[in-house]
């Protein structure tokens, strides 16, 4: 389920989703290849959510290690099998943010703005309870 960025809700109590989120975080571009996916996930244990974006860096899809583990042909683009799946505004609440990335499957959920563009990741540590950002605060 995606959900819709909340343009003219009042703004957020507390630390916002742009406050936690990795602003830095890697996309791969809408030419990359199934192959190219599998080779992104096995240069790192700690990738869990694989963000795909076109060239003018709107937010394509995404996919997890499992999707990637599909038997599919490495040369297939992996934006036929990204999934839209959750996203988070970077105005939304933390805590509503938090809410949506346990949703996830990677506990990641890409952070979208108003005009489809990518703006990085909010991501979760393995047990659920900080955010995985620089400054990691407690994902109440």
Known sequence: MTTAPAWNAPPAAGPTVADVMHADATALGIRATVAEVRGWFAASASRRLALIADDAGRY?????????????PD????ALVARYG??????????????????????RVAVVG???????????????????????????
């Open 86 to 107: 959750h996203t988070v505004s970077p105005d939304m609440s933390a805590a509503e943010g938090r809410e949506e990335a346990l949703r996830s499957l990677a506990r």
């Open 75 to 78: 040369e297939w683009p992996a």
């Open 60 to 72: 394509v899809g995404a996919l997890t290690r499992a999707d990637a583990a599909v038997d599919l």
């Open 114 to 140: 108003a005009d489809g563009r990518l703006l990085g990741v909010l991501a979760l540590t393995l047990d659920s309870r900080r955010f995985s950002c620089a400054d990691p605060a407690p994902a109440q």
